[in-house]
């Protein structure tokens, strides 16, 4: 039996159900708060783009498709903008004729920084109500939630 917190059993599934009520709560926040801030300058899939083509340089078009879950067309048009904008570099692969390989340019890496940056200060902001205690177990969470799902996303559900 697992401890109790304000009258929840704290167990791996509760925990779980928290972790699933959570994240979407903290993506929706995102997902506004990049909207609001960059609403005439990139949508939130631009956004995800160039955050997924930094964690993943040299990604395919489907790739990002994947990633995005759209189909690949509607990843090229959206890449397209980008380009225009030249916030990513689209180039074939010399390998895979009709592979293309997406990369960040410059100055889409410092726009990823700038509106993630505007981004982390909004929620900075929201944190600067709560006491350091509060903070240092947010962190502490989050730390460990980021390890245990780094250490097993590569693994297929157990059957």
């Known amino acids: ?29 995102i997902r506004a708060d990049i909207r609001s801030r960059n609403s ?31 189909t690949r067309a509607t990843a090229s048009a ?10 990513v570099h689209r180039c074939d692969d010399p390998k895979e004729r009709r592979r293309v390989v997406l990369n960040l ?7 990823l920084e700038e509106c993630r940056g505007q981004t982390r200060s909004r929620i900075s902001e929201l944190l600067n109500s709560l006491t350091e205690q509060q903070i240092v177990l947010i962190e502490e969470g ?15 559900p157990e059957e």
Not at 19 to 26: D, H, S
Not at 40 to 69: C, I, K, W, Y
Not at 78 to 86: A, F, G
């Open 1 to 29: 039996m697992g401890k109790k917190q304000d009258n929840r059993e704290i167990t791996s599934e509760n925990c779980a159900a928290r972790v699933m009520e959570t994240i979407p709560l903290a993506m929706r926040f």
């Open 142 to 156: 989050l730390t460990l939630l980021k390890e245990v799902l780094e250490d097993n996303s590569l693994e297929p």
């Open 40 to 70: 005439t300058t990139m949508s939130v899939p631009q956004f995800r783009t160039l955050a997924f083509l930094d964690r993943n340089p040299g990604a395919s078009l489907s790739d990002l498709a994947e990633h995005l879950g759209v």
């Open 78 to 87: 959206n890449t397209e903008r980008l380009v225009q904008r030249d916030f």
């Open 105 to 111: 340019t410059e100055a889409g890496k410092v726009h």
